[in-house]
Protein backbone atom coordinates (compact mmCIF):
# COMPACT_ATOMS: atom_id res chain seq x y z
CA UNK A 1 0.00 0.00 0.00
CA UNK A 2 1.14 3.51 -0.75
CA UNK A 3 0.41 7.30 0.43
CA UNK A 4 0.79 9.97 -0.70
CA UNK A 5 1.24 12.81 2.37
CA UNK A 6 1.19 16.26 1.57
CA UNK A 7 2.30 18.65 4.34
CA UNK A 8 0.99 22.54 4.33
CA UNK A 9 3.70 24.39 6.02
CA UNK A 10 3.49 27.75 8.11
CA UNK A 11 6.27 29.65 5.95
CA UNK A 12 9.10 28.51 3.46
CA UNK A 13 11.73 28.83 6.17
CA UNK A 14 9.62 25.91 7.98
CA UNK A 15 9.13 24.01 5.24
CA UNK A 16 13.00 24.44 4.51
CA UNK A 17 13.75 23.03 8.28
CA UNK A 18 11.07 20.49 8.17
CA UNK A 19 12.27 18.89 4.87
CA UNK A 20 16.43 19.35 5.40
CA UNK A 21 16.17 18.51 8.88
CA UNK A 22 13.32 16.34 10.20
CA UNK A 23 12.14 14.84 6.93
CA UNK A 24 15.57 13.41 6.37
CA UNK A 25 15.88 12.13 10.36
CA UNK A 26 12.41 10.67 9.29
CA UNK A 27 13.82 8.28 6.16
CA UNK A 28 15.90 6.23 8.19
CA UNK A 29 13.17 5.60 11.29
CA UNK A 30 10.32 5.21 9.54
CA UNK A 31 12.17 2.42 7.63
CA UNK A 32 13.14 1.11 11.27
CA UNK A 33 8.91 1.28 11.44
CA UNK A 34 8.55 -0.74 8.45
CA UNK A 35 7.59 2.63 5.91
CA UNK A 36 9.93 2.66 3.01
CA UNK A 37 10.07 6.53 1.96
CA UNK A 38 10.16 6.56 -2.09
CA UNK A 39 10.40 10.26 -2.98
CA UNK A 40 9.70 13.72 -0.99
CA UNK A 41 9.07 16.99 -3.00
CA UNK A 42 8.36 20.40 -2.47
CA UNK A 43 4.75 21.73 -4.68
CA UNK A 44 6.05 24.48 -7.27
CA UNK A 45 4.38 26.50 -7.66
CA UNK A 46 1.87 25.96 -4.92
CA UNK A 47 -0.11 28.30 -2.86
CA UNK A 48 1.84 27.43 0.55
CA UNK A 49 4.85 26.02 1.26
CA UNK A 50 3.93 22.30 0.96
CA UNK A 51 5.67 19.03 1.30
CA UNK A 52 4.77 15.69 -0.38
CA UNK A 53 5.84 12.39 0.40
CA UNK A 54 5.70 9.31 -1.44
CA UNK A 55 5.58 6.12 1.25
CA UNK A 56 4.88 2.53 1.31
CA UNK A 57 3.61 -0.18 4.03
CA UNK A 58 4.86 -3.38 3.74
CA UNK A 59 2.38 -6.08 2.60
CA UNK A 60 -0.85 -6.64 4.95
CA UNK A 61 0.45 -3.88 7.11
CA UNK A 62 -2.41 -1.76 8.59
CA UNK A 63 -1.19 2.02 7.61
CA UNK A 64 -2.74 3.53 10.47
CA UNK A 65 -1.46 0.65 13.39
CA UNK A 66 2.00 1.87 12.18
CA UNK A 67 1.79 5.28 11.99
CA UNK A 68 0.24 5.30 15.49
CA UNK A 69 2.93 3.46 16.77
CA UNK A 70 5.57 5.67 15.14
CA UNK A 71 4.20 8.37 16.02
CA UNK A 72 4.26 7.64 19.46
CA UNK A 73 7.49 6.40 19.67
CA UNK A 74 10.72 7.68 20.69
CA UNK A 75 12.71 7.20 17.46
CA UNK A 76 10.03 9.90 16.28
CA UNK A 77 10.00 12.49 19.01
CA UNK A 78 14.14 12.33 18.14
CA UNK A 79 13.01 12.93 14.61
CA UNK A 80 11.10 16.16 15.30
CA UNK A 81 13.44 17.73 18.21
CA UNK A 82 13.51 21.38 17.30
CA UNK A 83 10.74 21.50 14.99
CA UNK A 84 7.72 23.32 16.18
CA UNK A 85 4.60 21.20 15.37
CA UNK A 86 2.16 24.50 14.93
CA UNK A 87 4.53 24.79 11.75
CA UNK A 88 2.64 22.15 10.37
CA UNK A 89 -0.91 24.10 9.19
CA UNK A 90 -2.25 20.52 7.59
CA UNK A 91 -1.64 17.09 6.67
CA UNK A 92 -3.87 15.22 3.80
CA UNK A 93 -3.19 11.91 2.94
CA UNK A 94 -3.92 9.57 -0.24
CA UNK A 95 -3.89 5.65 -0.22
CA UNK A 96 -2.81 4.39 -3.27
CA UNK A 97 -2.94 0.98 -4.69
CA UNK A 98 -0.49 0.60 -8.08
CA UNK A 99 -2.30 -0.05 -11.17
CA UNK A 100 -1.59 -3.20 -12.96
CA UNK A 101 1.17 -1.65 -15.54
CA UNK A 102 2.76 0.68 -12.88
CA UNK A 103 6.54 0.58 -12.34
CA UNK A 104 6.05 0.99 -8.74
CA UNK A 105 4.63 -2.40 -7.32
Known amino acids: ?7 TLASVEALERYETV ?3 RHIPSLAAAGVTTHAIWRQEPADAPTLIALVSYADGADPGAVTAEYMSSQAF ?3 MAGFTMSDIVAVHSV ?10 R
Open 22 to 24: HWA
Open 1 to 7: MFELRTY
Open 95 to 104: FLAPAEASPL
Open 77 to 79: RDD
